[in-house]
């Protein structure tokens, strides 16, 4: 249930398309985790920050049913790319008709499979990356795209205050809550990049790399 305060944000914060409205939608119907989708205020900062720091190569770790990809691909310029990496490819269809909706198929390439054998197939190098999948492997995404993002580039890792398990009294061993913690410290001591996290939705972190 959406708070009060939430629930202002959303009504004075751009709204969905009908393409996002459309795949919300399906993803409840057709999805056991729907909560998953990054949803209308954090879509609207993914937009814009693809806007903002004129971003042409994205790499997204996590797509789920595509929702953020989309997001993102509505901030690029027309010779914009994102490579969208997936490990569910169930999904497949469910992405590929969200995408066709929203007009942006042509700018996303989605490779299913593990995610970090897929980042270490690809050569490209990334303005912004954007990492939203296992949460036990959030370093290993961190140092398997670290060499591939530009100098000034942006590296946004979602959930990383991971519904306040990481700053409970009681700190809970499961192993996504551990990996969560241990990828913020990491973070915060890496004299590599500059970050902040935003208490937006679970937590999102921007990297910023020196």
């Given at each position: 249930m959406k708070t009060k305060e939430n629930q202002y944000i959303e009504n004075f914060s751009s709204k969905e398309t009908e393409a996002l409205r459309w795949l919300v939608r399906q993803t409840n119907i057709r999805t056991n985790y729907p909560r998953m989708l990054s949803g209308q205020v954090q879509g609207q900062l993914l937009t814009m920050l693809v806007r903002l720091t004129r971003a042409k190569n994205i790499l997204e770790i996590g797509a789920f049913t595509g929702y953020s990809s989309i997001c993102l691909a509505y901030g690029l310029e027309n010779d914009g790319h994102i490579d969208s990496l997936e490990i569910n490819d169930e999904l497949a269809d469910l992405i590929y008709e969200a995408q066709e909706r929203a007009g942006v198929k042509d700018k996303i390439?989605?490779?299913?499979?593990?995610?970090?054998?897929?980042?270490?197939?690809?050569?490209?190098c990334y303005d912004l990356v954007f990492i939203d999948a296992n949460k036990r492997e959030y370093i290993d995404y961190y140092k398997a795209v670290f060499d591939k993002v530009r100098k000034g580039g942006l590296i946004?890792?979602?959930?990383?205050l991971w519904s306040g398990k990481v700053y409970a009294d009681k700190i809970d061993q499961d192993k996504q809550t551990q990996g969560i913690m241990q990828f913020n410290e990491m973070i915060a001591n890496?004299?590599?990049v500059d970050v902040v996290i935003l208490p937006l939705r679970d937590g999102i972190s921007l990297i910023r790399k020196k």
């Open positions: 390439i989605v490779h299913f499979g593990d995610a970090l054998d897929n980042i270490n197939k690809l050569d490209t946004i890792a979602d959930d990383v890496d004299p590599r």
